[in-house]
């Protein structure tokens, strides 16, 4: 029903940015929160950032300051402008969204960031 293409990513120095993308695609009508989650090297896969309709934003503490997403409504893309990198960040990452009535997850095929120092 909805379909999620990531862009971006790549290598980054420590200290830099990188931009990435998501352009969703299919039935969007039900589709409130949008999102990217991230996992890195043996672990979980966590929230970075997410961002509804209507503009709220949240974010996880380990991104807040250096991180910023926004979303177009017309085009139906989040982005992701991630500054200040650190190699924590190094991971991949995924974007994500949310059916409001079935609750239901859709995710990207992820796009993988690395960070160096």
Known sequence: QVQLMESGGGLGQAG??????CAASGNLFRI??????????????ELVATITRDGT??????????????????KNTVTLEMNTLKPE?????????????????????????????
């Open 16 to 21: 830099g940015s990188l931009r990435l993308s």
């Open 32 to 45: 409130n929160v949008m999102g990217w989650y991230r996992q890195g090297p043996g672990n979980q896969r």
């Open 57 to 74: 934003t949240n974010y996880a503490d380990s991104v807040k300051g250096r991180f910023t997403i926004s979303r177009d409504k017309a």
């Open 89 to 117: 960040d190094t991971a991949v990452y995924y974007c994500n969204a949310n059916d409001i009535w079935t609750d239901r997850n859709y995710w990207g095929q992820g796009t993988q960031v690395t960070v160096s120092s």
